[in-house]
């Protein structure tokens, strides 16, 4: 975060120690899993809907 010029909002800096905590407790590949399972469904569930219509 010791970047010259960046500006971090509260939300952008607070995600980036959540991955590294996670790490520390091994528990970095369920939440990868989790994180990839609502990202799709984020991204991609308007779509099916659509195609079911």
Do not use: C, V
């Not at 528990?27 to 984020?42: K, N």
Request: proline share 4%.
């Amino acid at each position: 975060m010791d970047i010259t010029g960046a500006r971090w909002s509260l939300t952008g800096a607070e995600t980036i120690p959540t991955p590294r905590a996670i790490n520390s407790t091994g528990h970095l590949s369920d939440y990868w899993t989790y994180r990839t399972t609502e990202e799709r469904q984020r991204n991609y569930s308007s779509t099916r809907h659509n195609q079911a219509a």
